[in-house]
């Protein structure tokens, strides 16, 4: 088990951010997944306090709707941010956010190589 981690980032540590629900088993395991990693997580419990509208437009941009919401949301864009903003159970939990680059949902995969490239430089 890694020694246990302060709350500041180091400089040559990767900002990571997860968007999730306490009540989220795979948020839980994203968390659990880069502190196993010695990185500190900055995260957002949206049961706490809802994703910021710029922040979710980023995750539609860049992912589009069906890939980090519920297939049976509202299909137009405006109602679609609103209803997850409201509802945040209706997203494909966690969402995460390494720079540019974002995922929905457990994708150990993606986040591995984020760490590596980060290790790379």
Do not use: C
């Not at 890694?2 to 980032?9: E, I, N, Q, V």
């Not at 999730?20 to 196993?36: K, M, N, P």
């Not at 990185?39 to 706490?48: A, C, N």
Request: hydrophobic share 45%; no cysteine.
């Amino acid at each position: 088990m890694p020694a246990p981690l302060g709350k500041t980032p180091t400089k040559k540590m990767p900002r990571i951010e997860v968007f999730g629900l306490d009540s989220s088993a795979a948020t839980r395991a994203a968390v659990r997944f880069f502190r196993e990693r010695r990185i500190v997580v900055t995260y957002v419990d949206l049961g706490k306090r809802p994703i910021d509208a710029a922040e979710l437009r980023r995750f539609d941009d860049r992912l589009g709707a069906a890939a980090f919401a519920d297939p049976n949301a509202a299909p137009d864009r405006a109602s679609l941010l609103a209803r997850v903003r409201a509802d945040p159970n209706v997203l494909r939990l966690p969402l995460a956010r390494h720079g540019d680059e974002l995922t929905a949902g457990q994708d150990e995969t993606t986040w591995k190589a984020w760490l590596a490239r980060r290790a790379a430089r």
